[in-house]
């Protein structure tokens, strides 16, 4: 995936999680109308693309930081992710439903 590609999902994840982030402390309507539903796929699907591309050791460092933020809004993902297609647990972000520790199982298990 080219340089540029990788850029703009990278913002495209950044702005997702980082309004998210801005907007949930002064958010007075339904927390989990903070995304709709098809933004909620657009994170997920923005999320799986990142895991196939070449990142740079900065790119990663930034990308573990909108994990976290991703786990912190799980909350909002599950409230209005689409059903779960076959996916492999190491795309642990489907399967936010479970709790924030997929996460942490999933890499555990790809450092065995």
């Known amino acids: 995936m080219a340089t540029a590609a990788v850029g703009m999902l990278l913002d495209t994840y950044r702005r997702y999680l980082r309004a998210m982030d801005a907007w949930a402390e002064s958010w007075d309507e339904d927390r989990f109308d ?43 993902i599950v409230a209005n992710m689409p059903p779960r297609a076959d996916v492999s647990r190491s795309h642990w972000w489907w399967y936010l439903d479970e709790g924030p520790q997929v996460r942490e199982e999933a890499l555990a298990a790809a450092q065995e």
């Open 34 to 76: 903070l995304l709709s539903p098809g933004e909620a796929f657009d994170v997920l699907w923005v999320r799986d693309r990142l895991d196939k591309a070449q990142l740079t050791d900065v790119e990663q460092q930034e990308l573990r930081e909108l994990d976290d933020l991703l786990v912190k809004y799980s909350d909002v």
